[in-house]
């Protein structure tokens, strides 16, 4: 137990609710992490050689990653006792509105590539805020609105950042 | 010295600063105040808007950003019991039975004076013991840079999120997404997958924005159903004497405390008031007043956040190495402003960085007056409709990481390292460790490669330099001193 992990235990009215045996999806982050390690590793021995009088004493472009990923597996071994011995609380199922609001993400990649950013944008804040609880369509409409709206004016006229041409963006510019 | 005292001095006579700490100490409450959106992301939403600016001016407003929001998450805090920010989670403590017993204004007064107590202590701190640290550093080569790193990588596995493992993977992790692009010096590809836009590396603010910003989004969408109660309050009013009285040693003790935890790398605000408070009321002649509305808990708690704000400004400016998350930010804006932190920013720019502290010194002066006189009206920020203000957080990503270099490419990497952060958060990662040990990244394997070259490939040769063999001791002793430490109590027992 680290010092601060002492303090906050020394906390009043703190939750240390845990289980006694780790559930099998607790297990799933330590063999994602050892997978990501594996595939790091992978990668970078396909990497190039430096030639020798360039790299003098130093190290190979893959060697530091190499080092970095024995290092996390190292780690994750730790984690993968911690887990066994100390099994986090129970997390409740994700929201359904979480996969929502990263497929929205997903909606205003796929806009902002094949329509227009700011058209994205005004989309993703429109269904964003309708979905996430605005009652008035109005309120939501105005929001998708004005928000691109106002960010191309500030950016634009003060920043003077350009923004990839769209459908809309193409009627800004002219 | 004059010319420091000067330049330090500059910042209250230059109307357009102080226009500027005002609006921006305005904007840092607000933002402090808004659950879910602490400093660390305002400072990386902000950053953008920065571009255009003096660098001074720009520090300035990251600055500004640092220290008015670390205080506002107090306001919330007590009101409704939800901390606008990490830093103030155990103010929630004492703050909300104060204020459910109607003494939310001498709760926020409390927290207010406190908090400016311990940020313009925090300064003093930060003026003097930075040029000490830069005469210092001014002797470190590639092994010593090398061996500092590393502890502050170590110094991870002590900050309060996800656990020391968890933090340790997380900082190395972020370690790793630095060594995507180019290497620097042998110019071959690692990671990039074609993409040529990647050959100079990720961009720190994309992915700043996407770990904090973004994910914050996700969590926000995942708690919709979340409400919290709010407490009526008629008015601020100034701790009484017998109020000072009693919290003076508890402030004293925490300005102390909040700005060493702040001076040492990777710790910050969070830990720095969780040790306050335990500090007050281990020294408290009320202990049992704890956890029930004592207002020595909220100056022991709110004195020392913002006194690690003045101290994470320290090794953040004399060695490069980030002493807090937000400080990761400021960091980047020091960078991307052509200010390159290191002891020769102490002589080379000396009435630059003077003038920033300058500018935080004014903005815990401008939150004293902004927050004892309307905090009232910053509480009500924190019932704007969560439909209306998160759309608006999420367009303000997507353009603020678009607008530094005009590339597609950053817009992915904020929406990509927003889903990544959602779900290292979701399993008990914290991000801050990921977005530090980006930053030190380039420093370890720059300073592990020329050290290499400096020794013909005898890496122990580093072990005997001593400034390097202290720092690598000193990592050693953050990584197995905990363990062996328990390990000792238990044979002893």
């Known amino acids: 137990m680290s010092h601060l992990e002492e303090l906050q235990s020394d906390l009043p009215d703190r939750e240390t609710g845990t289980r006694e045996k780790p559930a099998l999806a607790d297990l799933l982050v330590p063999v994602f992490i050892f997978v990501f390690a594996a595939v790091v590793v992978g990668l970078a021995l396909t990497f190039d050689r430096a030639p020798a009088a360039f790299v003098g004493f130093g190290m190979q472009p893959r060697a530091f990653p190499i080092f970095l990923m024995g290092a996390v597996i190292i780690l994750n071994l730790f984690l993968i006792r911690e887990t066994i011995k100390n099994p986090p609380e129970r997390r409740e199922p994700l929201d359904g509105m979480v996969w929502i609001t990263i497929a ?37 409409l105005a929001l998708a609105i004005l928000t691109p709206l106002t960010i191309l004016l500030f950016f634009d006229l003060v920043l003077e950042v350009r923004f990839p041409r769209g459908l809309l963006t193409n009627i800004y510019y002219g | 010295m004059y010319d420091a005292i000067a330049a330090m001095g500059s910042v209250f006579l230059d109307p357009y600063l102080i226009f500027l700490v005002a609006v921006t100490t ?12 602490g400093a660390t992301t305002g400072a990386a939403l902000l950053l953008s808007f920065t571009l255009t600016m003096e660098p001074i001016h720009a520090i300035t407003v990251l600055t500004t950003i640092y220290v008015s929001a670390t205080f506002a998450g107090s306001i919330t805090a007590i009101l409704i019991n939800t901390p606008g920010t990490s830093s103030s989670a155990v103010t929630c403590l004492d703050g909300y039975p104060l204020a459910q017993r109607g003494e939310a204004g001498r709760a926020l007064g409390v927290a207010v004076v406190s908090s400016t107590i311990g940020g313009i202590f925090s300064v003093f701190a930060l003026a003097i013991a930075a040029p000490m640290m830069a005469s ?65 590396g990720l961009d720190f603010i994309s992915v700043m924005i996407g770990l904090f910003a973004m994910s914050e989004l996700l969590v926000q969408a995942g708690a919709l159903k979340n409400s919290a109660a709010v407490v009526r309050m008629k008015a601020i009013t100034l701790p009484s004497m017998a109020d000072y009285r009693k919290i003076w040693r508890a402030v004293l003790r925490s300005c102390g405390i909040g700005t060493f935890v702040g001076i040492l790398p990777a710790e910050g605000a969070t830990v720095a008031s969780m040790i306050g408070y335990s500090e007050a009321r281990r020294w408290s002649k009320n202990p049992e007043e704890f956890g029930k509305g004592s207002i020595e808990g909220i100056a022991g708690a709110e004195a020392a956040n913002n006194a690690a704000t003045g101290g994470a400004m320290v090794p953040t400016m004399v060695l490069g190495i980030p002493g807090s998350g937000t400080a990761a930010v400021i960091l980047v804006g020091l960078l ?30 401008m939150f004293l007056v902004i927050g004892l006189f309307f905090a009232k009206q910053f509480a009500r920020v924190s019932l704007i409709p969560i439909p209306i203000l998160w759309p608006i957080v999420f367009a303000l990503s997507i353009i603020g990481a678009y607008a530094l270099n005009q590339s597609m490419l950053d817009v992915w990497l904020v929406l990509i390292f927003g889903v990544i952060g959602f779900f290292m958060r979701r399993f008990g990662f914290d991000v801050a460790p990921v977005a530090i040990g980006l930053i030190l990244g380039h420093m370890v394997e720059t300073n592990l490669q020329n050290s290499l070259k400096i020794f013909d490939g005898a890496w122990w040769m580093i072990l005997t330099q001593p400034l390097a063999l202290i720092f690598i001791v000193l990592s050693a002793i953050t990584l197995f001193g905990p363990a062996l430490l328990a390990r000792f109590r238990r044979r002893a027992a």
Request: without cysteine; hydrophobic residues 55%.
């Open chain 2, 336 to 365: 991307v402003h052509g200010l390159r932190p290191g002891p020769y920013l102490f002589t080379e720019q000396v009435d630059t960085v003077y003038a920033i502290f300058g500018a935080m010194l004014l903005a815990n002066l």
């Open chain 2, 26 to 37: 305005v904007g840092g409450v607000i933002i402090g105040a808004l659950p879910g959106l």
């Open chain 1, 104 to 140: 929205l993400m997903g909606v205003f990649a796929l806009v902002t590539t094949f329509a227009d950013m700011m058209l994205a944008l005004a989309i993703t804040i429109f269904a964003k805020s309708l979905l996430w609880g605005e009652r008035r369509v109005w309120v939501a």
């Open chain 2, 136 to 200: 210092v550093a001014y002797e470190f080569r590639p092994p010593e840079y090398f061996a500092l790193t590393l502890f502050g990588l170590s110094m991870l596995a002590t900050i309060s999120g996800g656990g020391a493992v968890k933090n340790l993977i997380g900082g190395v992790f972020g370690v790793w997404l630095a060594t995507i692009g180019a290497d620097k010096s042998t110019s071959i590809e690692r990671f990039m997958f074609g993409q040529y836009e990647l050959y100079e």
